[in-house]
């Protein structure tokens, strides 16, 4: 791993942003990037982009219950907030991806996503101006793996900090209010939040069976990073909660029984005040959203 030279974590995020040694961020190919993330080109018929899916509005998710694809094909899952994965170790929500680079590619042929064969991705990008932005970029003709490349490298400059929270945890006694500390102790402590959600960002990266939606396989879904969290409603892998106080309420009663729940699920019996001041620390989590060099 290499230092993402050029891109400056916000407030509240590790200071080494870890890149690939064998794809390291240039400005030219994050700009090459953010221009493909955006490209509608890249699905069969030419009216999905991964930007429709993921809106800087919206942390970079959509706001819908489940992802949709050309042609209004509905997922079987919802679009993830993209944030701060420059930190990740898997990706998608049962983590078959294991770089950004692979992740990038896999929604192109995708069927229920933009449904275009790599090969005819590329082909199109050879005979459109992109195919000089990647020879200036790589030095080589468009190919597969260049496209996942670029787009890895944009995504990689999309980060959340210099939230309430973050500017708490530095100093400024002002900067949460007494509701959004008391949630910060229930986080850390009665509620048990923080067993799963961990660290600067929110998350473990590993995989886990809370009973939500459809137990489909092992039901194991990745826990998502909480950065940014009250802005991308609706909730978890299946967007079957509406709002941060139907998972508050779906995990106090102990998630749903299966064979296969994760034993650090269990009933908490929070009070009321208790689950207001727990969306209160969520919310807290909201700040300062960036994307490429600045």
């Known amino acids: ?117 790599l090969a005819e991705a590329v082909e199109r990008l050879r005979r459109s101006a992109y195919a000089e932005d990647f020879r200036k970029v790589f030095a080589r003709e468009v190919n597969a793996e260049d496209l996942g490349r670029a787009v890895a490298t944009y995504v990689r400059t999309i980060l959340s900090g210099d939230s309430p929270y973050d500017r708490y945890m530095a100093g400024d006694q002002g900067a949460m209010t007494a509701e959004a500390r008391e949630g910060l102790r229930l986080f850390r402590g009665k509620a048990g939040c923080v067993r799963c959600h961990v660290g600067f960002n929110f998350t473990d990266e590993r995989r886990h069976n809370t009973g939500a939606g ?38 106090d009663k102990g998630g749903k029984a299966n064979p296969r729940l994760d034993p650090e699920i269990r009933e908490l019996k929070l009070t009321d005040g208790e689950k207001k001041a727990l969306a209160a620390f969520l919310e807290s989590l909201s700040g300062r959203l960036t994307e490429g060099f600045h």
């Open 214 to 251: 459809k137990i489909d396989t092992d039901g194991l879904f990745k826990t998502p990073t909480l950065r940014e969290v009250a802005r991308h409603a609706p909730y978890m892998h299946d967007g079957s909660m509406a709002s941060l106080r139907d998972v508050i309420e779906f995990y």
């Open 1 to 117: 791993m290499a230092l993402a030279a050029g891109v400056t974590a916000p407030l509240g995020l590790d200071s080494y942003l870890p890149v690939p040694e064998d794809n390291p961020i240039t400005r030219e190919k994050a700009a090459l990037g953010r221009a493909l993330f955006h490209e509608k080109m890249l699905s069969r018929d030419r009216t999905v982009a991964c930007a429709s899916c993921h809106e800087e509005e919206k942390a970079f998710s959509d706001g819908k219950p489940l992802a949709v694809g050309i042609e209004g094909r509905v997922g079987t899952r919802r679009s993830p907030a993209i944030v701060n994965r420059v930190f990740g170790k898997s990706f998608f929500w049962d983590g078959r991806a294991k770089s950004l680079e692979e992740q990038a590619l896999q929604p192109i042929p995708n069927p229920k996503e933009m449904d275009l064969p």
